[in-house]
Nanobody, 122 residues
Framework: QVQLQESGPGLVKPSQTLSLTCTVSRASITTNDHYWSWIRQPPGKGLEWIGRITSSGSTLISPSLESRTSISRDTSKNQFILQLSSVTPEDTGMYYC??????????????WGQGTQVTVSS
């Protein structure tokens, strides 16, 4: 089955840029029309969709984060990357990468990574 693994720093200082990488196994990020996505969950809050990149390279970012968020990919490594600039403590939370079949709802056969904790602190 498809596997996704997040990696990156667990601690980031305010005003810096957070970079997280999702490494995908057993599937190609370029082969099918899937939505390779980033989602986060602040402590005590619900899931927040950050954005996605499609298999063709098209990106879409949440309006609330668009000004400081980018999603890219490294096809040679089968990875897609989240960059969130000018971070504040409000960006603290669990960050997940996922492969979504649909662009607006969850499906039982969507795939999720295990998540990685990110803390923004001095």
């Amino acid at each position: 089955q498809v596997q996704l693994q997040e990696s990156g720093p667990g601690l980031v200082k305010p005003s810096q840029t957070l970079s997280l990488t999702c490494t995908v196994s057993r599937a190609s990020i370029t082969t099918n029309d899937h939505y390779w996505s980033w989602i986060r969950q602040p402590p005590g809050k619900g899931l927040e969709w950050i954005g996605r990149i499609t298999s063709s390279g098209s990106t879409l970012i949440s309006p609330s984060l668009e000004s400081r968020t980018s999603i890219s990919r490294d096809t040679s490594k089968n990875q897609f990357i989240l960059q969130l600039s000018s971070v504040t403590p409000e960006d603290t939370g669990m960050y997940y990468c996922a492969r979504f079949i649909g662009g607006s709802i969850f499906y039982p056969d969507d795939y999720w990574g295990q998540g990685t904790q990110v803390t923004v602190s001095s």
